[in-house]
């Protein structure tokens, strides 16, 4: 996770809004064998994991996506 989480922390964390900050605060609260397969699975057509941080499981998820794509 920290494979994806970081990249994600050093370029996206300063633009997220006070409510994105909040879910990602709880999202790092998280197990990463949680985490990954939250985030790994929206590159395909599935979303799972909690309602509540599916806005931020997201947008990590399409950061990591762009910066995949890129290599």
Same mark, same amino acid.
């Given at each position: 996770? /920290? %494979?994806? #989480?970081?990249?994600?922390? /050093?370029?996206e964390l300063e633009g997220l809004s006070p409510e $994105? %900050? /909040? %879910? =990602? $605060?709880?999202l790092l609260g998280e197990n990463d064998q949680?985490? =990954?397969p939250?985030?790994? *699975?929206r590159l395909g057509d599935a979303r799972p994991g909690p309602q *509540? %941080? #599916?806005?931020?499981l997201d947008r990590v998820a399409g950061f990591a996506h762009q910066r995949l794509a890129r290599k």
């Open positions: 996770m /920290d %494979l994806i #989480l970081g990249p994600f922390s /050093d370029s $994105e %900050l /909040d %879910l =990602y $605060e709880a949680d985490l =990954y939250w985030i790994t *699975a *509540a %941080l #599916l806005p931020i």
